[in-house]
């Protein structure tokens, strides 16, 4: 089992930046992939960003070029960088793992909050 603890939600203006963290209860070098999901009210859960194994970085198309995914393994930690955010990426986000790439088992983080408002 994974434990995954998220923090850095929170208000920012229309082109503002926030960080969000995502520490994780086991080695993240031995993640199949670690990263986020985000879910705004009445909209299906969507991918944002995620590392997987190799190194690889893979990003929604809305987010390319504004939001980065980071990781450090000395501190079991994934960090999703947000900048130029958007009223648009209102949204719970949600850390996840998938521990193995043989077995689709998901863990996922209770969310943070983010919200884009003037």
């Known amino acids: 089992q994974v434990q995954l603890v998220e923090s850095g939600g929170g208000l920012v203006q229309p082109g503002g930046s926030l960080r969000l963290s995502c520490a994780a209860s086991?080695?993240?070098?031995?993640?199949?992939?670690m990263g986020w999901y985000r879910q705004a009210p009445g909209k299906q859960r969507e991918f944002v960003a995620r590392f997987t194994s190799d190194g690889k970085t893979d990003y929604t198309d809305s987010v390319k070029g504004r939001f980065t995914i980071s990781r450090d393994n000395a501190k079991n930690t994934v960090t999703l960088q947000m900048n130029s955010l958007e009223p648009e990426d209102t949204a719970v986000y949600y850390c996840y793992v998938r521990k193995s790439t043989f077995l689709a088992v998901d863990y996922w983080g209770q969310g943070t909050q983010v919200t884009v408002h003037s």
């Open positions: 086991g080695s993240i070098s031995s993640f199949a992939a």
